[in-house]
């Protein structure tokens, strides 16, 4: 089955610090690749997304590349703010060509708190 | 444009109670589907409603059932409630045949006790 690993949180950084968050995905077929991110008490919001090998992502400074021949899909920023405070899910999805969305499948997720 | 709306925001029911959850989808969506995230966890896939049946199903005992009516909109129920059903319950809507425009609702927020 399809299945995302993400490494584990919590993540602590000082403002202006860079951000790695690892995620690795298996699956069969050829997936769609998401970052979503989740503030205290709300729902996921779409931070970026890549469709196919090679494809960068990027949104709001936060950048990952879908790389088929590790496949991984990591995510990257330059200089994290403490608003950037949230909890990160990686998720993938399989096209169904029978004309319905698939299931998106997500990791664990990995807490991000950044700190002044 | 509204996005995806989720009724109740919050909600405290009792073991062995039943529950409804509802969900109206983004306009232009007709797709919808149901997550549960337990705390600390990433959200599992419940089920997908199109077309006003269910197409895709996760995991889950049929004591979790659902609903789409004519205008898109989707309902979730669950039946005979455990203490382990306490969760975040997210809906997603999307456009069918599309594999990026999942829209989330907030959640509702069950308690079980």
């Known amino acids: 089955g399809n299945s995302v690993t993400q490494m584990e949180g919590p993540v602590t950084l000082s403002e202006e610090a860079f951000l790695t968050i690892n995620c690795t995905y298996t699956?069969?077929?050829?997936?769609?690749l998401f970052w979503y991110v989740q503030y205290p008490g709300e729902g996921l919001q779409l931070l970026l997304k890549a469709t196919k090998a090679d494809d960068k992502g990027s949104n709001k400074g936060f950048e990952a590349t879908y790389r088929k021949e590790t496949t991984s899909f990591h995510l990257e920023k330059g200089s994290v703010q403490v608003s950037d405070s949230a909890v990160y899910f990686c998720?993938?999805?399989?096209?169904?060509?029978?004309?319905?969305?698939?299931?998106?499948?997500f990791g664990t997720g990995t807490r991000l708190q950044v700190t002044l | 444009d509204a996005g995806v709306t989720q009724s109740p925001t919050h909600l405290i029911k009792t073991r062995g109670q039943q529950v409804t959850l509802r969900c109206s989808p983004k306009s232009g969506h007709d797709t919808v589907s149901w997550y549960q995230q337990a705390l600390g966890q990433g959200p599992q896939f419940i089920f997908q409603?199109?077309?006003?049946?269910?197409?895709q199903r996760g995991n889950f005992p049929d004591r979790f059932s659902g609903h789409q009516f004519p205008n898109y909109s989707s309902e979730l129920n669950v039946n005979a409630l455990l203490l382990g059903d306490s969760a975040l319950y997210l809906c997603?809507?999307?456009?069918?045949?599309?594999?990026?425009?999942?829209?989330f609702g907030s959640g509702t927020r069950l308690t079980v006790v």
């Open positions: 409603y199109y077309e006003e049946e269910e197409r």
């Open positions: 699956a069969t077929g050829y997936p769609s």
């Open positions: 998720a993938l999805t399989i096209f169904i060509n029978t004309g319905t969305a698939s299931k998106l499948t």
């Open positions: 997603a809507s999307s456009l069918a045949g599309t594999v990026y425009g999942y829209t």
